[in-house]
Each structure stands twice: as C-alpha cells, then as structure tokens.
C-alpha cells in the first residue's frame, strides 16, 4: 500500500468542546427564546428551513448537505491499473448522492452535538467570509455516521436502512463505541429500505468520476485542482503553512454530476470494509464481508494532490474520529 503515511497531518485530540443542543423554552418567564425543531418533510427535495436552538439562540439554517444529486446507473472501470492491484468492471443502479459532505449545522440538528475540531478557537475558526455551520462536520467516527443515517431517516419517516441486533432505532443500540465492537460490526443494511446510508465505495468512486477516466473528475492537469478541491496548498487561512482547516463546503467547482468536495476538504466514510478488490466484474458490490478497518474515500484538508485523485482509497478504524473525517450520504 502506497502513501501509507498520507494522514500523517491529522491533528490528534485529545479534548472536544461540545455544543449541545438545548431544548427551547420561551415559557414560565424564562428569557430563552422560543422555538421547534422542525423535521418534518423532506430537505432534500424541498430545501426546508430548519429551526435549530444553540446554546439558548434560535437561529433559522437551511439545510444543504441534505440536497442530492440523481447519479444515473451504468458501467465503469473501478481502479486504476498500476495503483490498485486489481482492476474490473463493476455495475451500479442509479441512487442519489448528497451534493456536499455533511455540514457542523445539519450534523448539530440531527444528532444534537458537534463534535468537530474546527467549530472556532484561535487556530480553527472558519476563514472570513465563510460560514462556520457549513464547514463539513469532522472527528465523526464510522460508527456515529450510521447512527446519524438512522435518526435522519427516522425524522423524514424513511425506512432507516441500518439494523444493529434487530433494531433500526439508534437508541436502542446502546452507547455509541470508541473501539472496536462485534455487534456494531455486524450491522446489516435492510433491503428495500428508503433512508439514508453511507455510499459504498464504488458508488462513492462511480459518482466522483462522474464517467471520467481521468486522475481528478476534470482532468489530468495537477494545476486545476485548486479550483475544484481543499487541500494541501490552499487550504490554510493565509499563506503560512501551519494553519491548514476544514473549508465552507460547496465553494469549489462540482464534478459533472454536481457533487462538490469529493477532492478534499475532508475524508469521507464508505460503507465497505477495506480489503482487496476482486478480479472479476460486479454488480452493485458492498466490499469485502469482513476486516478491521472501513473504506475511506476523497483526501482532506492535509493531503497532496496525488491523494486526493478519484481512485485513491484509504482506511480507518470504525471507532475513531479525527479533524480530517467527515461523510456525505446517499440514499437508493
């Protein structure tokens, strides 16, 4: 395995400063404003304007990770021959991607907490003019995304996808772990189920092509990557080189697709287990049926350019979260 040193940037925390999402008041004389959390109806199909309560402020936010873009079905040449050892052709169904990588504000929405490095401090506020809730929410481990696809099935009354010891009800699964766990391992996918999901690796590598062959969804032409992706170089919030972060998603050019940041800003968590591609064609493959770590997918905020190309894969332990890792969804 190449570039195995390639999350060497990652910031390791110790201590997260968490924003909890507190309930509205607004009664019995007390000075916290009123409001409701409105999770009704769909926000990827009608931008719906989610009332969110922090810190005792109302703030309306429109929800923007939650819009999709419809990838269209097909056939493509997963890998790349001289980089993985094995290539093939694999066929997917159509399914439907979330245009950006999952926002700080949605993230705090749906699951009442923020558990990302880059929420403000001296060295981790957003670069001026950009807002800080639409940075990609990071240090969310594999196993928090599930959870997140869960809930947010449950609060747009789809079908969650995601079953743990015969529950698809996040609470009923118990705290959610820091290491290794058999019975989170174990999750399945329900079929015919219509919430929302982690992409597997092909579908995350199919949409990110976007029908190129190319190294990068443009292109081959290592100088145009600035204008479609954060990374090494232009992800600090001036010239220095020691203050590289997470930026506002959605600000650099999409692929033909629509999807935005699927080159870097931050890693992005696939369903599969990480383990060696297959000789032979596929159709609608969900990696390998066991292993240690999950896919990681796209290149973050520290990574060179080399990696964050549309084929380079990468692994994490389900458990961990780091300021680098973040998710997009996708649902059928």
Not at 24 to 53: I, N, Q, Y
Not at 114 to 133: I, K, L, M, Y
Not at 144 to 152: D, E, K
Request: proline share 4%; charged share 15%.
């Amino acid at each position: 395995m190449k570039h195995t040193n390639k999350l060497r940037l990652v910031i390791a925390v110790t201590a997260i400063t968490m924003f909890a999402l507190t309930a509205c008041d607004g009664g019995g004389g007390t000075s916290t404003p009123s409001c409701t959390h409105d999770f009704s109806g769909s926000w990827s199909t009608t931008g719906k304007v989610v009332k969110t309560c922090l810190n005792g402020n109302c703030n309306e936010t429109h929800s923007v990770a939650d819009e999709f873009a419809q990838i269209p079905g097909g056939t493509f040449m997963m890998g790349e021959t001289g980089i993985e050892t094995s290539t093939r052709d694999v066929t997917l169904a159509g399914f439907r991607m979330g245009k950006y990588q999952v926002t700080q504000e949605l993230y705090q929405a749906v699951m009442g907490t923020n558990p990302s490095w880059f929420h403000g401090g001296s060295d981790r506020e957003s670069v001026a003019g950009e807002t800080q809730g639409k940075r990609p929410v990071e240090q969310v481990s594999w196993y928090h995304t599930i959870v997140f696809c869960n809930m947010l099935s449950i609060r747009e009354s789809l079908t969650p996808a995601y079953s743990i010891n015969g529950s698809t009800d996040p609470s009923n699964w118990g705290a959610v772990p820091t290491s290794d766990n058999a019975e989170w391992n174990a999750v399945i996918v329900l079929a015919g189920s219509t919430g929302y999901r982690l992409p597997t690796e092909a579908q995350w590598e199919y949409a990110c092509r976007a029908g190129t062959t190319t190294r990068w969804h443009f292109g081959d032409t290592e100088s145009e990557l600035v204008n479609y992706a954060w990374y090494t170089v232009n992800s600090s919030i001036d010239e220095t080189t020691d203050n590289r972060r997470t930026r506002q998603v959605g600000l650099k050019l999409p692929n033909a697709w629509g999807l935005y940041d699927t080159h870097g800003n931050v890693w992005e968590w696939c369903w599969d287990w990480y383990g060696t591609y297959p000789s032979t064609a596929e159709t609608n493959p969900t990696g390998a049926s066991s292993g240690s770590f999950r896919v990681l997918r796209g290149g973050g905020w520290g990574n060179v350019a080399v990696d964050v190309r549309s084929v380079y894969r990468y692994y994490g332990w389900p458990g961990n979260g780091t300021s680098n890792l973040g998710f997009r969804v996708s649902r059928p």
